[in-house]
């Protein structure tokens, strides 16, 4: 009986998610929208990935306040040769996920002002 339900309620999450699914894709495909997001995923787990390993090292060395994230581009760059040596990659600070995210929604709000603006003329 348990089994049932617990089988039952995951058919019921399985349909939810793939309706939720479906109405973000919209009239994209469903191979090009698995592509994309796993792809987003993948890139948000390697740049989350460096930053842990960059920060570990940091505060194993005695800096428990750095944040790689928060670093100089021209700064980072200088470990970019021993990075890509022990982790196989590299990923600038200005070009992590949690950057790229922040200007993201940071650029949309100025787009929509520039919007805003020119349809008030």
């Not at 796993?38 to 960059?54: C, Q």
């Amino acid at each position: 009986m348990i089994d049932s339900k617990k089988e039952q309620e995951r058919g019921e999450l399985h349909r939810a998610i793939w309706a939720i699914a479906d109405e973000l894709r919209g009239a994209v495909d469903g191979w090009d929208f698995k592509n994309y997001v796993l792809g987003t995923m993948f890139y948000r787990y390697i740049s989350e990935n460096l930053t842990s390993y960059i920060n570990t090292g940091e505060a194993e060395a005695g800096n428990p306040d750095f944040d790689f994230a928060k670093m100089l581009d021209a700064e980072a760059e200088e470990a970019r040769e021993g990075l890509v040596e022990e982790k196989g990659f590299f990923i600038l600070p200005s070009e992590l996920f949690c950057n790229v995210r922040s200007r993201a929604a940071s650029d949309e709000q100025q787009q929509q002002a520039r919007c805003d603006r020119s349809q008030a003329k």
